[in-house]
């Protein structure tokens, strides 16, 4: 079946700008999850939702990062006025019901320069 | 002190060889716990659960270590497919969806 997807897989935004990264999770997966991944590191988690609530944001860097899911499907991680040091990897990941493990997608690589 | 603690390696052995990898975690109250595997560029993809009772799929053996706060993966028979980076995963606490990584261990299988 498919996985998880997110658009674009690459991005380059000047400092300053806005940028909006998509997530599309597995079919029937209520959670969804982003993680920030800097070179060399593992996953940081970001923030989780259940359905359309989120219900944790404790790991937004700051308050330039939004994230919505308003339908309980597609989610949209949004970063405004991106810094030099938002340039990560940022995966998106869904988890069956009832169930802890997670199943990432090919993640989005956002470069500011 | 990280939550979740790995070898970074890189761990360099020849196919065939059998290989282990250690990580420690630091919260007693973590109920869950995987392997997963990152390739180059790509995204994690999970390994395996680590279950209290230790378990098994094919060459590769998780066990883990509640009292000493330590898992393990083995690896049998090497494939140079092997070769990639290792993320020990643990969850924050009891019940806690919160995922911790750990960086992860490099290993490379050589010809």
């Known amino acids: 079946g498919a996985g998880v997807s997110q658009s674009p897989r690459y991005k380059v935004a000047k400092r300053g700008q806005d940028v909006a990264l998509r997530c599309d999770p597995i079919?029937?997966?209520?959670?969804l999850f982003w993680y920030q991944q800097a070179l060399g590191q593992g996953p940081e988690f970001l923030t989780y939702f259940q359905n359309e609530a989120q219900l944790d944001k404790s790991g937004l860097p700051s308050d330039r990062f939004f994230a919505e899911r308003p339908e309980g499907s597609v989610s949209t991680l949004k970063i405004q006025r991106t810094q030099q040091e938002d340039s990560a990897v940022y995966l998106c990941?869904?988890?069956?019901?009832?169930?802890?493990?997670?199943?990432f997608g090919p993640g989005t690589r956002l470069t500011v320069t | 002190r990280k939550e979740v603690e790995q070898d970074p390696g890189p761990f360099n052995v020849p196919e065939g060889a059998t290989v282990a990898f250690n990580c420690t975690y630091s919260?007693?109250?973590?109920?869950?716990f995987f392997w997963y595997r990152q390739d180059c560029r790509k995204e994690p993809k999970l390994l395996m659960s680590v279950y209290s009772s230790g378990n098994e799929d094919g060459r590769f053996t998780a066990q883990l270590n509640r009292a000493s706060q330590y898992i393990s993966l083995l690896i049998r028979d090497s494939k140079l497919s092997d070769s990639a980076t290792y993320l020990c995963?643990?969850?924050?606490?009891?019940?806690?969806?919160?995922?911790?990584f750990g960086s992860g261990t490099r290993l490379l299988v050589r010809p």
């Open positions: 079919s029937g997966h209520v959670s």
């Open positions: 995963v643990v969850n924050k606490g009891w019940s806690s969806y919160k995922l911790i």
């Open positions: 919260n007693s109250a973590s109920q869950s």
């Open positions: 990941a869904s988890s069956p019901p009832r169930k802890d493990e997670q199943y």
